[in-house]
């Protein structure tokens, strides 16, 4: 089951167009999924329980992706045998210059994830940089990515560029968030004021009565207009016309033939 957490007006969202929550049971040994086209944006994926993939690019539960689709690619998304999944798949606006770059893949595994413990709180940075932590992850559109746990009554303060767009979305329990302390509780999103005229804003999280995981996403908003219409992301219609196009006649390559330099394993 693949549950929308945002999607709606992108000119409130920018630079994110959608996230989707997918769980799944699989019962049985047939493989599911299959291969599909994307362009003009990013896809990031982040596996938060299971399997999936192909050998080129498996992911286990807390590894990362970021799939530059740009000009134009195929992947594979696979999922093979009996198994519960959950992912976190956000499509990520591309920066209008860099709308249309050589497709790239970075894949970040667990063990490679930036991660800090302190004071009840656990921090794992899969973009950007947050308390202390760098990812690796190169992003053409700035992008903080945090998976937060935060034990019962446990605070974390925390700086982020203020012009961002930023929401947490809670996967456990319940999150304090702001002097204000609104509550956030499982499965529901909290979106965080932009302010233009600061460079930072801060977050202040706690845990609540049986503490809480979350996941923050900020990005810096484009600015620009978008055209979107099933796996593609344009400038215009003229756009989504010549990719579809491109995809029937088969211009579009699998992500497995791109060169090596534009698979990055961190």
Same mark, same amino acid.
């Given at each position: 089951?693949?549950?929308?957490?945002?999607?709606?007006?992108?000119?409130?969202?920018?630079?994110?167009?959608?996230?989707?929550?997918?769980?799944?049971?699989?019962?049985?040994?047939?493989?599911?999924?299959?291969?599909?086209?994307?362009?003009?944006?990013?896809?990031?994926?982040?596996?938060?329980?299971?399997?999936?993939?192909?050998?080129?690019?498996?992911?286990?539960?807390?590894?990362?992706?970021?799939?530059?689709?740009?000009?134009?690619?195929?992947?594979?998304?696979? !999922?093979?045998?009996?198994?519960?999944?959950?992912?976190?798949?956000?499509?990520?606006?591309?920066?209008?210059?860099?709308?249309?770059?050589?497709?790239? =893949?970075?894949?970040?595994?667990?063990?490679? =994830?930036?991660?800090?413990?302190?004071?009840?709180?656990?921090?794992?940075?899969?973009?950007?940089?947050?308390?202390?932590? +760098?990812?690796?992850?190169?992003?053409?559109?700035?992008?903080?990515?945090?998976?937060?746990?935060?034990?019962?009554?446990?605070? +974390?303060?925390?700086?982020?560029?203020?012009?961002?767009?930023?929401?947490?979305?809670?996967?456990?329990?319940?999150?304090?968030?702001?002097?204000?302390?609104?509550?956030?509780?499982?499965?529901?999103?909290?979106?965080?004021?932009?302010?233009? +005229?600061?460079?930072?804003?801060?977050?202040?999280?706690?845990?609540?009565?049986?503490?809480?995981?979350?996941?923050?996403?900020?990005?810096?908003?484009?600015?620009?207009? !978008?055209?979107?219409?099933?796996?593609? !992301?344009?400038?215009?219609?003229?756009?989504?016309?010549?990719?579809?196009?491109?995809?029937?006649?088969?211009?579009?390559?699998? !992500?497995?033939?791109?060169?090596?330099?534009?698979?990055?394993?961190?």
């Amino acid at each position: 089951m693949a549950s929308p957490v945002i999607q709606g007006d992108f000119r409130e969202s920018d630079p994110f167009i959608a996230l989707m929550d997918d769980r799944l049971t699989k019962q049985t040994d047939q493989p599911a999924g299959g291969p599909h086209p994307h362009a003009g944006f990013e896809t990031v994926s982040l596996l938060l329980e299971g399997e999936m993939g192909d050998d080129a690019h498996r992911m286990e539960g807390g590894d990362l992706q970021l799939m530059t689709a740009g000009s134009g690619i195929i992947h594979t998304e696979t !999922i093979e045998g009996k198994l519960s999944m959950r992912l976190l798949q956000l499509w990520l606006n591309l920066p209008k210059k860099n709308r249309w770059v050589s497709p790239r =893949v970075q894949d970040l595994p667990l063990a490679k =994830v930036p991660t800090l413990t302190q004071d009840g709180a656990e921090i794992k940075v899969y973009s950007g940089s947050l308390a202390g932590l +760098t990812s690796p992850i190169q992003n053409y559109t700035p992008l903080l990515i945090a998976d937060i746990r935060l034990q019962p009554g446990a605070t +974390t303060v925390q700086h982020i560029p203020a012009s961002y767009t930023a929401f947490v979305y809670v996967l456990e329990g319940s999150i304090q968030v702001g002097d204000e302390a609104g509550e956030v509780h499982q499965d529901q999103v909290g979106w965080l004021n932009r302010d233009s +005229t600061e460079p930072v804003s801060e977050l202040r999280l706690a845990g609540g009565k049986t503490g809480g995981r979350l996941v923050l996403y900020a990005g810096e908003p484009q600015g620009d207009p !978008i055209v979107s219409y099933g796996p593609f !992301i344009g400038d215009t219609q003229d756009d989504i016309r010549r990719l579809y196009q491109e995809y029937r006649q088969g211009k579009m390559n699998h !992500i497995a033939t791109v060169p090596a330099s534009q698979r990055i394993l961190w």
